[in-house]
């Protein structure tokens, strides 16, 4: 099992639409956890961190469920700008990933006028 | 103004060269990281150093070398030994080495070797 899994997609919605991701993850000690937004050929950009009582950032949601080890991301009212690739980030736990970051590959969003 | 820059951004390379790509942040963050990227997959870790003069390899650091002699600055050797060098390499900083903070990355270098 990967230690962080997204569905890949693509995900494709119409402007306007409200859509949402998941993410998995698989150590249970896990504490931080990030959002980040990636365009083509570009780098990777922090779009937001995951707190415990679940976060809202304008139209982004991000939630975290420790008991079921996921985390989500809601986007609502989509917009063509927010075409991209959403990579779900937890920071490593113990011995062999302490003070690493673990990235998922990645869902692909599709934003269509 | 802050941030983490990546010098060049494209490099062509001849097969049985060495290349190093330049990292420098001015953010003041201790931990500094290597990532390579392939079309298509996630990120992998090749190096990270959490403190100047200390670095640990990553999941990937086969063929690969690094040095952290200044706080600013992260440079990674690409070697001849690396047997499938072209992909798109990352470079990125956080506050500490402890994962528990978010990472800044650079625009990244797209490296081909032919």
Not at chain 2, 16 to 26: A, H
Not at chain 2, 32 to 42: K, S
Not at chain 2, 93 to 112: D, H, K, M, V
């Amino acid at each position: 099992r990967k230690e962080v899994e997204q569905d890949p997609g693509p995900f494709n919605v119409p402007e306007g639409a409200t859509v949402a991701f998941n993410c998995t993850y698989s150590n249970s000690a896990s504490q931080s956890f990030f959002w980040y937004r990636q365009d083509c050929r570009k780098e990777p950009k922090l779009l937001m961190s995951v707190y415990s009582s679940g976060n809202e950032d304008g139209r982004f949601t991000a939630q975290l469920n420790r008991a079921s080890q996921y985390i989500s991301l809601l986007i609502r009212d989509s917009k063509l700008s927010d075409s991209a690739t959403y990579l779900c980030v937890v920071n490593g736990y113990g011995s062999s990933n302490t003070g690493k970051l673990i990235f998922g590959q990645g869902t692909t969003l599709q934003v269509k006028p | 103004d802050g941030g983490i820059t990546q010098s060049p951004k494209y490099l062509f390379r001849k097969e049985g060269q060495n290349v190093t790509l330049s990292c420098e942040q001015n953010l003041n963050h201790d931990a500094m990281y290597w990532y390579r990227q392939d079309p298509g997959q996630g990120l992998r870790l090749i190096y990270y150093s959490q403190i100047v003069n200390d670095f640990q390899k990553g999941d990937i650091a086969e063929g690969y070398s690094v040095s952290r002699e200044k706080k600013e600055s992260f440079p990674l050797t690409v070697t001849s030994a690396q047997k499938n060098p072209t992909a798109f390499y990352l470079c990125a900083s956080s506050i500490s080495g402890a994962g528990r903070y978010e990472q800044y990355f650079g625009p990244g270098t797209r490296l081909t070797v032919t």
